[in-house]
Structures are given as C-alpha cells and as structure tokens.
C-alpha cells in the first residue's frame, strides 16, 4: 500500500503563487507516474500534471504551473505561479502503480484546496 500526503494549499490572491507537496510514504517503489489532479465545485475531476520519465501539463496551465519529483524523498511538487480564479479547485495528488503484482489501482491524497481570489 501507499499513501500520499499532500500540503500547500492555500487562499491567494489572482497573480500569485503557491507550491503544493504531495509526500508517499509505504510501498513507493511500487510507485510510477505521479500527478496532480484537481476538482472544482460542480465540475469533474481533471488532470492537471504528470511526471513519470516524461512530463505533462494540460492546455490550461501549462506555461504557469511545473511538476517536479524527488525520488530521494518520494515527493512529488507543483508550482503554481500566475494564478487565477479559475484555478480555485481541490488538488489531489495520485500515484500509479508500476504493475498489477504492487497495486491494481492507483492511489490518491485526502487533497489540498486551493483558493484564487479575484
């Protein structure tokens, strides 16, 4: 098993920055991919970065916001800079198994809220 932990959440103003952490502990070398997700009030859970031996953003924060990885630490970050109302959201951390012998789903964080004031 695997757990994540995340932190860093916070209320900021539009145009500033955060840096969320996301900690695993347990089983991590049954860990691959990590990534960060977030889910608005009304809306459906999205993927906002991953970080494996490649690294992904989606449209809507790329250019603002840059996952990065210790391995030495099994922790898993996300800058955020120029944020903005529309990124007001709780942010969960997830995690992906390397083969179904360690996991046969990934694994999620309690998550972190994030709020943007305009």
């Known amino acids: 098993q695997v757990q994540l932990v995340e932190s860093g959440g916070n209320l900021v103003q539009a145009g500033g920055s955060l840096r969320l952490s996301c900690a695993a502990s347990?089983?991590?070398?049954?860990?691959?991919?990590m990534a960060w997700y977030r889910q608005a009030p009304g809306k459906e859970r999205e993927l906002v970065a991953a970080?494996?031996?490649?690294?992904y953003y989606s449209d809507s924060v790329k250019g603002r916001f840059t996952i990065s990885r210790d391995n030495a630490k099994n922790t898993v970050f996300l800058q955020m800079n120029g944020l903005k109302p529309e990124d007001t959201a709780v942010y969960y951390c997830?995690?992906?198994?390397?083969?179904?012998?360690?996991?046969?789903?990934?694994?999620w964080g309690q998550g972190t809220q994030v709020t943007v004031s305009s």
């Open positions: 970080i494996s031996y490649f690294t």
């Open positions: 347990g089983d991590t070398i049954c860990i691959d991919a």
């Open positions: 997830n995690a992906s198994p390397v083969d179904r012998d360690c996991s046969t789903h990934d694994w």
